[in-house]
């Protein structure tokens, strides 16, 4: 008896953790999390020491939870009328974000209450974390918090929105750099920026708008995609995505890697192969299911480049 007690507790503890990974959205977040590590390593050209690599890690992890679980916070009241339309938190079968639960706030499934609370902890554990590494580093993640918190509020404002979402995602990897090294070259950072930018908007903002687009509609959600419509919306997910292709050139040659010009033609054709013919087959056809598989094999860009990076520098 005493056995069974102690399975259901431990089977209930786990079932609580994958509740609050969930909010946090941890299978996609741990893929965006690679930006930083590329982006720092990038930079360098080689490993930085091993307390500045801990620490990073830690914090890194911290980060990429807590905003990621900030953005269900904000938009918990917007994801309660979400969970009242017919089928309004459920996602396509192979929808990365879904992989767990989505929005389990929203789904009665966690309190706002527990959910402030991982965001708040997590928060905390990565401003601490920045703080030692650079000063500079906690300000950027205050800033991407800070701007995460506009990108939900402009939901049914203005499709500009995605900008924000863009420069969101740019702030793990810049604060990266600056952790690594406190007086980086400007060119670069302003370059990853971009780079990073293009990536997230034509990758990622873009093609999952279109599997909240029935949503969106109801609720009057202002995104390029219900704004402009699928044509307008793919085009500009094609151009940002060739752009992304095209920054990473003057990204690599502004780096301290050895090997330069391999690694462009390497990254490019990685880069080309993941994400540019599912983008011109959205284009074409502006259906669900092939935003879908771009939005997630654009997902796998970033890792896929630290794993380049890291056999470059081992090289």
Same mark, same amino acid.
């Given at each position: 008896?005493?056995?069974?007690?102690?399975?259901?507790?431990?089977?209930?503890?786990?079932?609580?953790?994958?509740?609050?990974?969930?909010?946090?959205?941890?299978?996609?977040?741990?893929?965006?999390?690679?930006?930083?590590? $590329?982006? +720092?390593?990038?930079? !360098?050209? *080689?490993?930085?020491? %091993?307390?500045?690599? =801990?620490?990073?890690?830690?914090? &890194?992890?911290?980060?990429?939870?807590?905003?990621?679980?900030?953005?269900?916070?904000?938009?918990?009241?917007?994801?309660?009328?979400?969970?009242?339309?017919?089928?309004?938190?459920?996602?396509?079968?192979?929808?990365?974000?879904?992989?767990?639960?989505?929005?389990?706030?929203?789904?009665?499934?966690?309190?706002?209450?527990?959910?402030?609370?991982?965001?708040?902890?997590?928060?905390?554990?990565?401003?601490?974390?920045?703080?030692?590494?650079?000063?500079?580093?906690?300000?950027? $993640?205050? +800033?991407?918090?800070? !701007?995460? *918190?506009?990108?939900? %509020?402009?939901?049914? =404002?203005?499709?500009?929105?995605? &900008?924000?979402?863009?420069?969101?995602?740019?702030?793990?990897?810049?604060?990266?750099?600056?952790?690594?090294?406190?007086?980086?070259?400007?060119?670069?950072?302003?370059?990853?920026?971009?780079?990073?930018?293009?990536?997230?908007?034509?990758?990622?903002?873009?093609?999952?708008?279109?599997?909240?687009?029935?949503?969106?509609?109801?609720?009057?959600?202002?995104?390029?995609?219900?704004?402009?419509?699928?044509?307008?919306?793919?085009?500009?997910?094609?151009?940002?995505?060739?752009?992304?292709?095209?920054?990473?050139?003057?990204?690599?040659?502004?780096?301290?890697?050895?090997?330069?010009?391999?690694?462009?033609? &390497?990254?490019?054709?990685?880069?080309?192969?993941?994400?540019i013919p599912p983008a011109l087959r959205l284009y074409r056809s502006r259906?669900?299911?092939?935003?879908?598989?771009?939005?997630?094999?654009?997902?796998?860009?970033?890792?896929?480049?630290?794993?380049?990076?890291?056999?470059t520098i081992l090289l």
């Amino acid at each position: 008896m005493l056995v069974n007690r102690s399975v259901r507790k431990r089977t209930s503890v786990h079932s609580r953790l994958k509740l609050f990974l969930a909010l946090s959205r941890s299978q996609h977040g741990l893929l965006d999390m690679t930006t930083p590590a $590329f982006g +720092a390593l990038l930079w !360098l050209g *080689a490993f930085p020491p %091993l307390h500045v690599t =801990i620490i990073g890690i830690i914090t &890194v992890f911290a980060g990429y939870t807590a905003v990621y679980a900030l953005n269900d916070v904000i938009d918990y009241r917007v994801d309660r009328e979400k969970a009242k339309l017919v089928g309004g938190l459920h996602k396509p079968y192979n929808y990365l974000d879904a992989a767990l639960v989505r929005h389990p706030m929203a789904q009665g499934l966690l309190s706002y209450r527990e959910g402030l609370i991982w965001t708040l902890g997590w928060s905390i554990v990565a401003m601490i974390g920045a703080y030692l590494l650079n000063p500079i580093c906690a300000f950027i $993640f205050f +800033a991407g918090c800070a !701007l995460e *918190a506009v990108y939900c %509020l402009m939901l049914r =404002i203005s499709p500009f929105r995605a &900008v924000i979402s863009g420069g969101v995602k740019t702030t793990g990897a810049i604060a990266a750099v600056f952790a690594v090294d406190p007086n980086p070259s400007i060119s670069y950072v302003v370059i990853l920026f971009l780079w990073l930018f293009f990536w997230e908007i034509g990758g990622q903002n873009i093609p999952n708008d279109w599997a909240d687009i029935d949503e969106d509609r109801h609720l009057r959600a202002r995104t390029i995609l219900v704004r402009y419509g699928p044509e307008s919306a793919s085009f500009i997910s094609l151009v940002t995505l060739v752009l992304t292709l095209i920054t990473k050139i003057p990204l690599i040659f502004s780096s301290n890697i050895d090997n330069q010009l391999p690694f462009v033609v &390497v990254s490019l054709f990685v880069g080309y192969a993941l994400f540019i013919p599912p983008a011109l087959r959205l284009y074409r056809s502006r259906e669900t299911a092939h935003a879908m598989i771009l939005f997630k094999r654009a997902n796998f860009y970033p890792p896929l480049m630290l794993f380049l990076i890291i056999i470059t520098i081992l090289l």
